[in-house]
């Protein structure tokens, strides 16, 4: 492993997870800094497992992980990961008999957070984070989807973690509360490495540092918001009919379609965005 | 809201002091619900620290997290945090509750049905279903989607086989002491009343030994209970004189003695594979 790698949060090296026959993740290397980092890929892509191990809630079949600087298979180590670690699983499913307040309490116990008083204020500060502070003592069969999944959030930020590991977290979010998360997530990221995954790239846009696009179970392109779109640079055209030399097309709102691939001749090349560049390193890779 | 007249600047002090006569008080306070210019005065003889304290105080009385009757009576018995962890999600819960109340239920009534039932058969009854109690406590312990918050439990340091074995506990507690307390007040035999228990322990700690591997621990208990169930109750079905061997072979202090070695050699096996549990190979 190199310097950067036991420098960095989260050192991944040959990694693989099977269930059954399926390799969900596979041979799969990575360093991760701190800030926000963005994972990007298909259904069944392998973004789940990878940060279910992440999370410390999966071992690895094979490979090296280390998190934090420390390896997660050893137990002291991985308790030590633990208490500076937080995650909101794809579906967090919230026993809906607690309030919002109980259930985030609750996780700060299983946190070890002992000291009561430290934890009120500790749950204050979270379910403010989140934007719940109105509504932290109603069950949480009263919440809305949206509040439900920022509840979830509140749980992974207790205790101010060096990692934060967040499956698919703007799911059920309108604009507003998109908007608070991504507020959120940056002032978090100040002191700590943030890892999320989407299939929204706006998100991705607007948050990350960096982007990885996973496909099959491996990493198939790592760099900035930026890379990822100049990957379409010259790649990306508009024309008032189908053209069959493209890899791939589709008809946007003013009617018009647009082309990724090899341009034509005299094509009428526009600027790419960051979608036009993840379809791109999504086909390419899968082909 | 404007009013003619303003509270005296030392009734005021008073008040905020909190020496004042009763009667200046009610009259004070009456007229500061009305007055915006008497409120603010009376902000400055307010020491900041004391109001934020006061407000700090309540609001910890408000934010004090609720507890149902029977978490506030498990947790007097608790002191760690993962104590109050198992004591928030196991008595906090419906599901942990209710697969602890069907586990009591369920002990306490078959030695009821064994004895009213023709005497062998229902003993053999007894001895086919009772041990498949502490089995279905370990597997629900086991159940993540029990917990209070699901997967996110998974992640905390908290994760492991401790919480698993207390949860455990916590819902096979109370069902062992009703069965054997029900076979006694039902007028079974002493050796039939506890005949079920050590094959009990010896099947639940083969489920807990299964949570150390790849095997999911319900499939594995719904396996081991219908193996038990049936080898215990289709000879016996067949034929009385089978129905009253088999009560006679499970209550034998070699079955028993076996049962022990059984149980103790999986709770061994879990203890010495307790980190497959913190730390998951299967999804």
Redo the contacts between chains.
């Keep these: 492993m190199t310097t950067t790698a036991l420098t960095a949060s989260v050192a991944a090296d040959g990694l693989v997870k099977s269930?059954g026959a399926t390799r969900a993740v596979d041979d799969l290397s990575l360093t991760l800094p701190r800030g926000v980092v963005g994972l990007l890929g298909p259904n069944g892509a392998g973004k789940t497992t990878l940060l279910r191990m992440l999370?410390?809630?999966?071992?690895p079949?094979e490979g090296s992980l280390q998190l934090l600087g420390r390896h997660?298979?050893r137990?002291s180590e991985?308790?030590e990961i633990?208490?500076r670690?937080g995650?909101?699983?794809q579906?967090?499913?919230?026993?809906p008999?607690?309030?919002a307040?109980?259930?985030v309490?609750?996780?700060a116990?299983?946190?070890?957070?002992?000291d009561a008083?430290w934890r009120?204020d500790e749950?204050?500060r979270v379910l403010e984070a989140a934007g719940l502070s109105d509504v932290?003592?109603r069950k949480i069969r009263a919440l809305s989807g949206g509040m439900r999944q920022r509840v979830?959030l509140a749980?992974?930020l207790i205790g101010s973690p060096e990692l934060l590991?967040l499956d698919e977290p703007a799911t059920g979010l309108d604009p507003d509360q998109r908007l608070r998360l991504r507020s959120v997530l940056s002032r978090t990221a100040a002191n700590a490495t943030v890892v999320l995954s989407t299939h929204n790239t706006a998100e991705v846009a607007a948050l990350c540092q960096r982007v990885y696009v996973m496909l099959r179970g491996r990493i198939c392109f790592e760099g900035s918001p930026a890379d990822l779109a100049a990957v379409a640079r010259d790649r990306v055209w508009e024309d008032d009919r189908e053209d069959d030399r493209a890899i791939r097309s589709w008809q946007t709102a003013e009617g018009r379609f647009r082309h990724l691939g090899e341009p034509p001749a005299h094509a009428e090349i526009v600027v790419p965005t960051m979608d036009d560049g993840y379809l791109l390193v999504a086909r390419e890779g899968a082909s | 809201m404007r009013t003619e007249w303003h509270v005296r600047e030392e009734h005021l002090a008073e008040y905020a002091s909190g020496g004042c006569d009763p009667v200046v008080e009610a009259s004070t306070e009456a007229h500061l619900m009305r007055c915006d210019h008497c409120r603010a005065a009376l902000g400055q003889h307010l020491d900041r620290s004391e109001t934020e304290r006061r407000w700090r105080r309540l609001?910890?009385v408000?934010?004090?997290?609720?507890r149902t009757s029977t978490e506030r009576w498990g947790r007097r018995r608790t002191g760690?945090?993962?104590g109050?962890?198992v004591v928030?999600?196991a008595f906090?819960?419906?599901?942990l509750l209710w697969a602890g109340a069907v586990a009591v239920l369920v002990a306490a009534a078959l030695p009821v049905v064994a004895a009213s039932v023709h005497q062998t058969r229902g003993l053999v009854l007894l001895l086919a279903l009772a041990p498949l109690v502490p089995m279905a406590a370990v597997s629900v312990a086991y159940r993540h989607?029990s917990?209070?918050?699901?997967?996110?439990?998974?992640?905390?340091?908290?994760?492991g086989l401790r919480l698993v074995a207390m949860r455990a506990v916590a819902v096979g507690a109370a069902a062992v002491p009703a069965g054997l307390l029900s076979g006694w007040l039902a007028g079974l035999a002493p050796s039939v009343t506890v005949a079920w228990l050590l094959p009990g322990v010896a099947l639940a700690s083969l489920v807990m030994a299964s949570g150390t591997t790849r095997l999911d621990p319900v499939t594995v208990a719904v396996v081991l209970g219908l193996l038990w169930a049936v080898a215990v109750g289709a000879p016996a079905s067949l034929h009385a004189a089978a129905a009253a061997r088999l009560v006679d072979l499970v209550s034998a202090p070699g079955t028993q003695l076996a049962a022990l070695a059984v149980g103790g050699a999986a709770v061994l096996a879990t203890v010495a594979r307790r980190?497959a549990v913190?730390?998951?190979?299967a999804?």
């Design positions: 269930f999370a410390t809630v999966l071992a079949d997660p298979s137990p991985r308790l633990r208490r670690l995650y909101l699983p579906t967090p499913a919230l026993y008999g607690f309030t307040f109980d259930l309490d609750y996780v116990v299983l946190k070890e957070h002992t008083a009120r749950c204050r932290m003592h979830a749980c992974a590991v | 609001a910890d408000v934010d004090q997290p609720s760690s945090a993962t109050l962890g928030r999600s906090g819960t419906p599901s989607a917990d209070p918050v699901g997967e996110i439990v998974l992640s905390t340091p908290a994760a980190d913190a730390y998951r190979r999804a």
